[in-house]
């Protein structure tokens, strides 16, 4: 499979850079993140974006901007990394964790529909690996139980699913431009929403409430300092007119890795859903081997990046700071984290890292299986 052309990306990132830097010092922050919000909506098809300074940032703002507030419930799988769950305690919320279903990587509806209480007011799906559940689903379950979406999208920029673009499915989408990203500025997030009035307050709540929505006094309520910092706006704007390319780069190097490894033991291809176009974020592979979660730190101590071996991802209900001894551990996402082998890409992957990679992987695995 040829490889999609990808602009480099230092010319214009430095030609990006370049002007803003001229135009330092500047207390507004200058024009560059307004800028990049306007080309992020027209990119993404959507009204209103609101860029900061990370993706938890735009979890914050988003969860804010949608009510949620001391004492709520919100629903979050515990497949999932703790930063998803970070901005629902300094909102003083209370993560409900919700199981996934082993054979989709979905949620686990019927789990979720047993932990909705008087006192829920949200959920929010994650798309990790840039793989999107079932928005239909999704949105009939929240409008069953009155809930808010807010989707962590952090991996999925370009990926949708049944034609609905992740991060658009509820009120809020929210995504991350940290390095790894498919697009990245080195720290960054934005949301994405269709309504004025959550836009409005996201954008109030990441400048201290001093540019405030419409009828209330600025600085009238505490929020936070989560600006997108201007040189930082200017390498997301350059990535942002190469995003397409950069997609189909990502989608090219992971079927390159996973065609490479048809005939590796014991590894089998986690295929997306017939109706998705999954951005292709992290190769997914099942292990089918003994003692997999070792496997992967295994291929870790090899030289492959991977989310479990490498980044010791585990059910965020796992955590010390949210396990409990009521709490049932939510088996079906403990499942997927211990059989699944996720290869962490970057677009300085060339055919040759991927090469050595998927020869490191297939020797291994033969290795193990002996």
Same mark, same amino acid.
């Given at each position: 499979?040829?490889?999609?052309?990808?602009?480099?990306? /230092?010319?214009l990132?430095?030609?990006?850079? *370049?002007?803003?830097?001229?135009?330092?010092?500047?207390?507004?922050g200058?024009?560059?993140?307004?800028?990049?919000e +306007?080309?992020?909506?027209?990119? =993404?098809?959507?009204?209103?974006?609101?860029?900061?300074?990370?993706?938890?940032?735009?979890? +914050?703002?988003?969860?804010?901007?949608c009510?949620?507030?001391?004492?709520?419930?919100?629903?979050?799988?515990? #497949?999932?990394?703790?930063?998803?769950?970070?901005?629902?305690?300094a909102?003083?919320?209370?993560?409900?964790?919700?199981?996934?279903?082993?054979?989709?990587?979905?949620?686990?509806?019927?789990?979720?529909?047993?932990?909705?209480?008087?006192?829920?007011?949200?959920?929010?799906?994650?798309? @990790?690996?840039?793989?999107?559940?079932?928005?239909?689903?999704?949105?009939?379950?929240?409008?069953?139980?009155?809930?808010?979406?807010?989707?962590?999208?952090?991996?999925?920029?370009? /990926?949708?699913?049944?034609?609905?673009?992740?991060?658009?499915?509820?009120?809020?989408?929210?995504?991350s431009?940290?390095?790894?990203?498919?697009?990245?500025?080195?720290?960054?997030?934005?949301?994405? *929403?269709?309504?004025?009035?959550?836009a409005?307050?996201?954008?109030? %709540?990441?400048?201290?409430?001093?540019?405030?929505?419409?009828?209330?006094?600025?600085?009238?309520?505490l929020?936070?300092?989560?600006? @997108?910092a201007?040189? #930082?706006?200017?390498?997301?704007l350059?990535?942002?007119?190469?995003?397409?390319?950069?997609? $189909? #780069?990502?989608?090219?190097q /992971? +079927?390159?890795? =996973?065609?490479?490894? $048809?005939?590796?033991?014991?590894?089998n291809?986690?295929?997306?859903?017939?109706?998705?176009?999954?951005?292709?974020?992290?190769? @997914?592979?099942?292990?089918?081997?003994?003692?997999?979660?070792?496997?992967?730190e295994? @291929?870790?101590?090899?030289?492959?990046?991977?989310?479990?071996?490498? %980044?010791?991802?585990?059910?965020?209900?796992?955590?010390?700071?949210? /396990?409990?001894?009521?709490r049932?551990?939510?088996?079906?996402?403990?499942?997927?984290?211990? +059989?699944?082998?996720?290869?962490?890409?970057?677009?300085?992957?060339?055919? *040759?890292?991927?090469?050595?990679?998927?020869?490191?992987?297939?020797?291994?695995?033969?290795?193990?299986?002996?």
């Amino acid at each position: 499979m040829t490889p999609p052309h990808v602009p480099g990306n /230092t010319p214009l990132i430095t030609e990006q850079i *370049t002007s803003v830097i001229e135009q330092m010092p500047d207390p507004s922050g200058g024009a560059v993140v307004g800028q990049l919000e +306007h080309e992020l909506a027209e990119t =993404l098809g959507v009204p209103h974006v609101v860029a900061v300074s990370s993706g938890t940032a735009a979890l +914050h703002a988003g969860l804010s901007a949608c009510g949620i507030g001391p004492g709520d419930e919100v629903l979050v799988p515990a #497949l999932t990394v703790v930063m998803t769950v970070a901005p629902l305690a300094a909102l003083a919320a209370v993560p409900v964790f919700v199981d996934s279903d082993p054979s989709t990587l979905d949620l686990d509806y019927d789990d979720a529909a047993s932990k909705v209480t008087s006192r829920t007011r949200a959920i929010m799906p994650v798309h @990790l690996w840039g793989r999107m559940g079932d928005p239909a689903a999704l949105a009939a379950f929240a409008s069953e139980h009155g809930l808010a979406i807010v989707e962590d999208a952090a991996q999925a920029v370009g /990926t949708a699913r049944d034609g609905q673009p992740a991060g658009t499915v509820g009120a809020v989408g929210c995504f991350s431009m940290k390095d790894g990203k498919i697009l990245w500025s080195g720290e960054g997030g934005f949301l994405v *929403t269709t309504r004025r009035e959550i836009a409005e307050h996201a954008a109030a %709540f990441r400048s201290h409430w001093q540019a405030a929505p419409p009828n209330e006094a600025p600085q009238s309520r505490l929020a936070t300092n989560t600006r @997108l910092a201007a040189p #930082l706006a200017a390498i997301a704007l350059a990535n942002l007119r190469r995003c397409s390319a950069l997609v $189909e #780069l990502r989608r090219a190097q /992971t +079927h390159h890795l =996973l065609h490479a490894l $048809e005939q590796a033991p014991g590894l089998n291809v986690l295929a997306p859903a017939t109706c998705e176009e999954w951005n292709g974020f992290a190769p @997914l592979l099942h292990i089918d081997l003994p003692n997999p979660q070792a496997f992967a730190e295994h @291929l870790a101590r090899q030289g492959v990046p991977n989310s479990t071996g490498s %980044f010791r991802l585990v059910p965020c209900d796992t955590r010390p700071m949210f /396990t409990s001894p009521d709490r049932t551990p939510c088996r079906g996402a403990a499942q997927i984290l211990d +059989h699944t082998l996720a290869v962490i890409l970057t677009e300085r992957d060339t055919d *040759t890292a991927l090469d050595h990679y998927a020869a490191t992987i297939a020797r291994e695995a033969n290795a193990w299986a002996t």
